[in-house]
T-cell receptor
Framework: GQNIDQPTEMTATEGAIVQINCTYQTSGFNGLFWYQQHAGEAPTFLSYNVLDGLEEKGRFSSFLSRSKGYSYLLLKELQMKDSASYLCAVMDSNYQLIWGAGTKLIIKP | GAVVSQHPSWVICKSGTSVKIECRSLDFQATTMFWYRQFPKQSLMLMATSNEGSKATYEQGVEKDKFLINHASLTLSTLTVTSAHPEDSSFYIC?????????????FGPGTRLTVL
């Protein structure tokens, strides 16, 4: 079956760095997405990786290793507004998004 | 660009009534629209995928006669929850894809919170 695993919850300190991991097993692979979702709101797109390596976008970076079925989202210089759930999603061979359960990130002052 | 709207943002209805939720792509043509449901503290669950002018493809376990989806134009899809019951209370989110990007990015609407009394 298809499976996306990510930690349920993480806590970090304002100004620090946090890495949210995601491992996946899917039927085919057409890219991995990271989305941010604040409580009561819809997800917003953060990043897309389809090739191995690191994609950097401001304070956020996303890494992919297809051979390991592994990705991480790295958040630097954490701000209170970064408190949210971070969803990992993989696009399978049918171009369908398979969603992880999300990681709730709590930022403390 | 790539804005998706949903209406209404929230709705409260009595058990047994039907509720229609609209999803619109405001500045692009959405060849494909997706409907998701999200229960508290859970991930998004895809309910169905619809392409303009054709019948929606429902995920396993989703009753197509209960959740009616219409994708009549390239900018509008509707989800009708028929004979709603309290267990249908959830956060319903639509997303749209133009199919133009190589990775078919989905753009999400703001969601509709449905409460069935």
């Amino acid at each position: 079956g298809q499976n996306i695993d990510q930690p349920t919850e993480m806590t970090a300190t304002e100004g620090a760095i946090v890495q949210i991991n995601c491992t996946y097993q899917t039927s085919g692979f057409n890219g991995l997405f990271w989305y941010q979702q604040h409580a009561g709101e819809a997800p917003t797109f953060l990043s897309y990786n389809v090739l191995d390596g690191l994609e950097e976008k401001g304070r956020f970076s996303s890494f992919l290793s297809r051979s390991k079925g592994y990705s991480y989202l790295l958040l630097k210089e954490l701000q209170m507004k970064d408190s949210a759930s971070y969803l990992c999603a993989v696009m399978d061979s049918n171009y369908q998004l398979i969603w992880g359960a999300g990681t709730k990130l709590i930022i403390k002052p | 660009g790539a804005v998706v709207s949903q209406h209404p943002s929230w709705v409260i209805c009595k058990s047994g009534t039907s509720v229609k939720i609209e999803c619109r792509s405001l500045d692009f043509q959405a060849t494909t629209m997706f409907w998701y449901r999200q229960f508290p503290k859970q991930s998004l669950m895809l309910m169905a995928t619809s392409n303009e002018g054709s019948k929606a493809t429902y995920e396993q376990g989703v009753e197509k006669d209960k959740f009616l989806i219409n994708h009549a134009s390239l900018t509008l899809s509707t989800l009708t929850v028929t004979s709603a019951h309290p267990e249908d209370s959830s956060f319903y989110i639509c997303s749209a894809s133009s199919g133009e990007q190589t990775y078919n990015e989905q753009f999400f609407g703001p969601g509709t919170r449905l409460t069935v009394l």
